[in-house]
């Protein structure tokens, strides 16, 4: 029987502390029940988001089963997009942005992936602390 994957989650931040935080933070929840991936800062390592960066954290949180990306600010769900629309058409509609703040979005959304749910229901897991 195979075995089942995840979702996987990437945080994306205009700062690389921020990010690396969030997802060291859902990490502790969820052990490595998850694939958890950030980029954050710019290709200078100051403040701002690379997409090159965001492609790769992609990469690395890759499942089957999708990936959910939180980001912090306007630009880092700009250069999301982008690496979404950069990827290989086959993968693109297994990639969703959250409408979510990135630290509690982030531990909500692993913590639903852990269970097993799906993409969607990742998603609107993390989504719903905005309509609070």
């Known amino acids: 029987m195979p075995v089942t994957q995840n979702v996987g989650i990437v945080i994306v931040s205009h700062s690389l502390k921020v990010a690396e935080g969030a997802a060291d933070m859902a990490r502790q929840m969820v052990g490595n029940s998850v694939s958890i991936a950030y980029a954050g800062g710019n290709a200078e390592g100051g403040i701002g988001t ?33 690496a979404i629309e950069m990827m290989q058409e086959d993968r693109r509609d297994r990639v969703v942005i959250c409408n979510a703040p990135i630290v509690e979005g982030a531990v909500m959304a692993a913590t639903e992936a852990s269970g097993g749910s799906n993409l969607a229901k990742v998603k609107a897991t993390a989504e719903e602390l905005m309509a609070q």
């Open 50 to 82: 690379d997409v090159a960066s965001i492609i790769a954290a992609i990469e690395t949180a890759w499942s089957d089963a999708g990936v959910a990306i939180l980001v912090d600010l306007g630009g880092a769900e700009t250069n999301s997009e982008m």
